[in-house]
Nanobody
């Protein structure tokens, strides 16, 4: 079955970097859109970055453009989120999600049926 397992979260100082990983199994990565989402306490879940199936199109939320980069390694069935210049407001639980054959609106969390368990990112001095 489809499984997603995030890792790489932790505590980092403002301005620092982290790389999140999403290990996938049970499906062919190319046929799925993959998204990274986050949810801070008391706030709604929001899209951070995603790519559509085949990695054809990549999207970033405005608040992470030029700071975060999404990538994937098909051989390792893993998707990454490189996060640079982190800010305290980036503190949240980060989730990866997968959806078969999704070709648009991949930043909308309502489009996804498969989710990982999340990894905590805390940006604080």
């Amino acid at each position: 079955q489809v499984q997603l397992v995030e890792s790489g979260g932790g505590l980092v100082q403002p301005g620092g970097s982290l790389r999140l990983s999403c290990a996938t199994s049970g499906f062919t990565l190319n046929y799925y859109a993959i998204g990274w989402f986050r949810q801070a306490p008391g706030k709604e879940r929001e899209g951070v970055s995603c790519f559509t199936k085949y990695g054809a199109v990549t999207y970033y939320a405005d608040f992470v453009k030029d700071r975060f980069t999404i990538s994937k390694d098909n051989d390792k069935n893993t998707v990454y989120l490189q996060m640079n210049s982190l800010k305290p407001e980036d503190t949240a639980v980060y989730y990866c999600a997968a959806e078969f054959n999704l070709e648009r609106r991949c930043l909308s969390w309502t489009q996804y049926n498969y989710w990982g368990q999340g990894t905590q990112v805390t940006v604080s001095s």
